[in-house]
Every structure is written in structure tokens, then in C-alpha cells.
């Protein structure tokens, strides 16, 4: 049964003037493994984080690193999950997808309960 499901969009250009401005924004959203993705992916990263806490409907201060976007080894992004998160997600499937082109990055979380 579907929980909750996220979607959230970025605006690359915007994003890459975020972080230019305010470097500490960096280390403060991604991990160091995410901080090596080029701008297009750390946009599509962002949005997959702002979904999933819409998925959840949590929205009261997680921290930014206890959800980390990966490649699995197919290449399909999929999350990694600790601290708070991992109590939220709590045993539940959550499916995600990415995408960037023209300016646009954007994320889509769904969160699955059996």
C-alpha cells in the first residue's frame, strides 16, 4: 500500500548560485560521497531529498546526510538511509527517480507499506 509519495523540482542554475554563494551549503546537504557529483546530479540529489521528507511527511529538521542518494551497480538511484530516517522509513520500500535536462533537476519518491 502506497504511505506517501514526493516530488519535488530545482531549478540547476539556481541551485549552482546557492551553493556558489553560500559554500557551507555543501557540506551541509550531502554527504562526501554525494559532494563529488557534478552540479546537475547534487540538484536531482537535493530534489530527492526534498521528496522523500514530503513521502514522509517529515518535515521537522532531519538532518540533511541521514538520507544519501546512490547508484546501485544497474545505475538506478536509490537511498541510504540512517538516524531519524531509518526510524521513519522503518521497513518500508521507497522507490525513487531522478531526472535532469534543461535546467531542470527533479526527484520522485514513493514510500510503500506492506
Known sequence: ????????VVDIERFKS????????LTKLFTEAEQTKPINSLAARFAAKEALYKAL??????????AEVINLESGKPAFLFRGEIADLVDGATVHLSLSHDAG????????ERS
Request: no cysteine; hydrophobic share 45%; aromatic share 2%.
Open 1 to 8: 500500500m502506497i504511505d506517501g509519495i514526493g516530488i519535488d
Open 18 to 25: 546557492s551553493i556558489e554563494r553560500t559554500p557551507g551549503l
Open 57 to 66: 511527511n517529515a518535515g521537522r529538521g532531519l538532518h540533511w546526510h541521514d
Open 104 to 111: 531542470i533537476a527533479s526527484a520522485m519518491v514513493i514510500v
